[in-house]
């Protein structure tokens, strides 16, 4: 089954300690992974896809098809940081279709 | 207002009422979804349109009743739903419906089914 999973409900570390969101996914063709955020009282935003390989507010995204993953990582993580994490798939559909699903997302809280 | 805006922003009905919650995204899209987001599940998606066709429907029951007039609104017609169909209802939209589109969200509607 296609899917997408996010292990943990909620990661809780201190301001400057490295993060790491998880994220797995499980699609027979080739994926198309994404990170969207959302801070308090704000709306879900994309973070970063993996096909831009880019560094977003300091957090990087590797997808690693071996292990089937796209971890979400930050060497030091800030308290502006603290938002809901969703990991997504596009999956692929015919012709000019497809949809993006998500995994159940991560808390993250960065202390002081 | 730019982006992709929704109301109401709050809406509490009973079992046996018809309500709409209304769309509208300003950003010259030719995608629209709707997505439902609950407490303990993940983010669900219930209905995709391009260019006002609707390409995605998630085995949504037919109680709720999707709407897309043009590409730039959206609509999700509601009636006899249940208690259990109480969650945030996100709009979303996006340039065209392919691998690395940006979706941009609404700030969602959030139902309570009585």
């Known amino acids: 089954a296609q899917r997408v999973t996010q292990p943990e409900k909620l990661l809780s570390v201190f301001k400057g300690a490295p993060v790491e969101l998880k994220c797995n996914y499980s699609?027979?063709?080739?994926?198309?992974l994404f990170w969207y955020v959302q801070y308090s009282r704000q709306r879900l935003q994309l973070l970063l896809r993996h096909i831009s390989r880019e560094s977003i507010k300091g957090f990087t995204a590797d997808l690693n098809k071996g292990e089937t993953s796209f971890h979400l990582k930050k060497p030091f993580a800030q308290e502006e940081d603290s938002a809901m994490y969703y990991c997504?798939?596009?999956?692929?559909?015919?012709?000019?279709?497809?949809?993006?699903?998500f995994g159940q997302g991560t808390t993250l809280q960065v202390k002081p | 207002e730019t982006g992709v805006t929704q109301t109401p922003r709050h809406l509490v009905m009973g079992m046996t009422n018809k309500k709409s919650l209304k769309c509208e995204q300003h950003l010259g899209h030719n995608a629209m979804y709707w997505y439902k987001q609950s407490a303990k599940k993940p983010l669900e998606l219930m209905f995709v349109y391009n260019f006002k066709e609707q390409t995605e429907n998630n085995s949504v029951p037919s109680r709720f009743s999707p709407e897309c007039p043009n590409s730039s609104h959206l609509f999700l017609h509601l009636h006899t739903l249940q208690p259990e169909d109480s969650a945030l209802y996100l709009c979303?939209?996006?340039?065209?419906?392919?691998?690395?589109?940006?979706?941009?969200f609404g700030s969602g509607t959030q139902l309570s089914v009585l």
């Open positions: 979303a939209s996006s340039q065209d419906v392919g691998g690395n589109e940006k979706l941009f």
């Open positions: 997504a798939l596009y999956l692929h559909g015919s012709g000019n279709t497809g949809k993006l699903i």
């Open positions: 699609y027979s063709g080739s994926p198309e």
